[in-house]
């Protein structure tokens, strides 16, 4: 937007929002102009801190009519650059807007801000024995909304699903300024089209959500954490599969290779069991005496697999130091390596053990270090990529390992991203997941939600239809090769 | 409701399926409407279709195209039987959550209708469990989104869209689930002549709505959920059929044999204790009705989605207001429950029943839907209620299907 509509814009939220919800000063613009994928940059033209959904409606309104785009932000913490600022736009924060609005214990739910830390609903809960399932490792900092916007999973999906299994309706902003509540609120199965599910995961590109409604559930009996130190991924993996075959459904099941937990040991001094090539954390919850059982399945599956250590917690204190290395594992990366990516990719838990080893092929080709840290239960890996910016030529040979492991993913029929997003991090990888087809359907429902385009324009898609053209029939000859999307960008 | 003019189609595969959408848009300006049928289980649900030229059955489209035990996934076309289905996950030692109310109904067709059994109350519905799916949209062209692993949140999630949309929007023709280890074993706790008011909250609807805070009084069936809960029941069902001390209340543990034995043991005594006087035993089949709807064909069928707290009070206004017409079966852990009248009911009674509890409910999301009807009684009837986001779906419809050639008349808002 030129400098004059961007003046006149701040004019008029100041005036309905007051002055202090309105950030015009570049510097502090500029401290928005990343989320928590930081190699990507853009100051906003304007910053919007809305203190009720009336506030937010009133901003997406002003921006519909000046035909000017918007992004919605919550903490910032997203790594998929989802929440990237438009250089023309808007970036409307939620940060102020942090309320739980209810609690209805006998109903199973809450009515939240998108604002609302994700940890801060458990907290309100606990002391009733109840919880949120969806724990994202950043569940400290994140805010709901961006997790709605991400579908965020955490360490628990495999159990429990992501975001979107957990929210049942929701306060929507449309991009033309209306407030609709959508979804079943405090029931279930709403009349009509699941547009509940279709927001929930559509990173910010049909709306921004203004309350969300969750689904609170009851604390398990029992909760146990073990710890188990293998001598290298491929015990570790082993034993991965040997408890699927065994027919369990762990709360988590996390590892760490012999990197990551050198990385974590120099960090938090989470005190791993030694010599370990790799570590798996398998959490277990539920009734007691299943608990109790499976537990010795998961020991004796271990002990089959040779397991050098296995360690057990069963309070909170315990279970918090066998989770202090994994959960800082990311952050405790930047101990031994000047700079690092972190990948989020996905494969069929069948295909670990080989995959893995593809990746230790990769990264020794390229003369580049790889930490893996992950979820194994769901199959979804962190690939940790290293390098150091001084040297000459290792950002873009970390750069092709990262995107060389996504492709990794894809030719195992996996995914490339469980839960950070595509973003604008990996919109140039959609073509390879999703033929042109796939990705002009997709954009069909931004179309019905968002005609002008005007919500998070520029992300998940590399190439942005436009909602006049209506669908017609093509012969295969003239679809578009899979692959020119890539070349476009 | 599909007329005798209509030509049925049967394509072997999706690129069949395609060359009768594609023919069905290529018949003259205005094209052919389709409607999309499974094993027509369900064909007598929804409202009256407006046009219909061409039946295309999926089930020329059947079979598994893939299954990795060691994954816990299955990719099967959308022809296939769910209980052909289960019965091959079943020698793997897996199964899929999600249940018809109909023996022969087909995967399509339990997603497109968003049918789900008594096991929703701990693993959701299809919608849940559908982690990547393939159609044929009306313009012809074959579209997927998801993919095979369970974990996956590149791109929008279409089966999110068709799951439940009644066939307005596309023809399923493979869909891809995430599945669960089958249960080393099982138990129904189930306590039979439960009276009725101990169900039910007499005295009709409080004055104000339930979203103002209208009370709703516990009872004490309704309390023994949130006590169970730690005992983690795959389903908690009601069934209010026939006499007044005559209903029922069936608990379903599932897991290890030890931990089954000793979780019925502990809901037993929980529900015999909230249950003054009723006999509750621990049995290794499921009542006769579980997962069947209380309607069959030319009956009328509700179905009933409450905020938990709001059942009794609803249930008790329904059963006032119709006493013994009335049957009631469902999951009074999630609050979806069916509700059956004889086709002979005063449609003024049910009209102005419907009206009373959905505005009683407005504000709470929760809905009272006439799932089926004969079409005499159908057309006059608003059978899905105020339907949150209308205008959305609307639109939804009109970039999918712009033509409406799919299902016209059977879902929400005559879409």
Known sequence: ?489 | MVTNAASLVRPADVAGVVDVVRSAGAAGPVGRTLTIQGAGTKAAWGGSLTAVDIVLSTTGLTGVVAHEPGDRVVTVRSGTPLRELQETLAAAGQRLCVESGYDDATIGGVLASGEAGPLRLRYGSGRDLLIGVEFVRADGVVARSGGRVVKNVAGYDLGRLLCGSFGTVGVITTATFRLHPRPAASAWVVAAGVRKDALLSPGGLPPGGLADGAGTRERAAIAVLADIATMVPSAVEGNLDGPDDAGEVAVLVEGSPAGVAARARTVQALMADQLAGVDVAVVAQPPSWWGRYPFGDGDIGLKLALPVTAVPVVLATLHERFSALLTVRGSLGSGVLYAGLPATVDVRLLTDALADVRAWLAGTGGSVVVVTAPPSIRDGLDLWGEVAGLSLMRRLKAQFDPAGRFTAGRFVGGL
């Open chain 1, 1 to 489: 937007m030129s400098a004059a509509t961007a003046t006149e814009l701040a004019r008029r939220l100041r005036a309905r929002l007051g002055a202090s919800a309105v950030v015009t000063d570049e510097a502090a613009r500029r401290t928005y102009e990343c989320d928590g994928l930081a190699h990507y940059r853009t100051v906003p033209a304007l910053v919007v801190l809305p203190e009720s959904a009336e506030q937010v409606r009133t901003v997406v309104r002003e921006c519909h009519e000046a035909g000017v785009p918007w992004v919605a932000r919550g903490s910032g913490t997203g790594l998929s650059g989802g929440a990237l600022p438009h250089a023309d736009g808007v970036l409307i924060v939620t940060s102020r807007m942090r309320r739980i609005l209810s609690i209805d214990l006998a109903n199973g739910r809450a009515v939240v801000e998108p604002g609302v830390i994700n940890l801060a609903i458990s907290r309100a809960v606990a002391d009733d024995g109840w919880f949120y399932a969806p724990d994202p490792s950043s569940q400290s900092v994140c805010s709901i909304g961006g997790n709605v916007a991400e579908n965020s999973g955490g360490a628990k999906c495999v159990k429990y699903g992501f975001t979107v299994h957990h929210v049942t309706g929701l306060e929507l902003c449309t991009s033309e300024g209306e407030l609709i509540r959508i979804g079943s609120w405090l029931a279930a199965d709403a009349p009509g089209y699941d547009l509940t599910g279709l927001v929930v995961g559509s990173e910010g590109t049909l709306g921004i959500v203004t309350k969300v409604v969750v689904r609170l559930l009851r604390r398990p009996e029992q909760v146990t954490t073990l710890l188990a130190g293998f001598p290298s991924m491929a015990e570790a993996g082993a034993a991965t599969s040997a408890l699927v075959a065994a027919g369990l459904v762990p709360a988590a099941v996390e590892m760490m290779d012999a990197l990551a937990i050198s990385a974590a040991e120099q960090a938090v001094a989470c005190r791993y069991p030694e010599g370990a090539g790799a570590v798996l954390i398998v959490e277990l919850d539920g009734p007691a005496v299943e608990v109790a059982e499976e537990e010795w399945t998961v020991r004796e599956v271990f002990a089959d697999c040779g397991a050098i250590e296995v360690r057990r917690a069963v309070d909170e204190a315990e279970r918090a130091e066998i989770w202090k290395g994994r959960k800082s594992a990311f952050a405790a990366v930047g101990r031994i390596s000047r700079n690092y990516i972190v990948q989020d990719g996905v494969i069929p838990r069948t295909s670990l053990a080989s995959v893995l080893a593809s990746i230790d092929e990769l990264a020794r080709a390229a003369g580049i270090r790889v930490a893996n840290v992950f979820h194994a239960g769901d199959g979804n890996l962190h690939p940790l990529v290293l390098y150091d910016e001084t040297v000459p030529g290792e950002l873009d040979a970390a750069l092709s390992v990262s995107g060389a492991i996504l492709d990794l993913c894809l030719a195992h029929g996996g995914s490339i991203t469980g839960e950070h997003g595509v973003g604008v991090d990996k919109m140039a990888k959609m073509p390879r997941m999703f033929s042109a087809d796939d990705l002009q359907t997709m954009q069909l429902l931004r179309c019905a939600f968002d005609p002008p385009g005007l919500a998070n324009p520029g992300k998940i898609f590399p190439t942005p239809r436009l909602c006049g053209e209506p669908p017609r029939p093509r012969s295969a000859e003239s679809a578009p090769g899979i692959h020119q999307g890539i070349e476009i960008w």
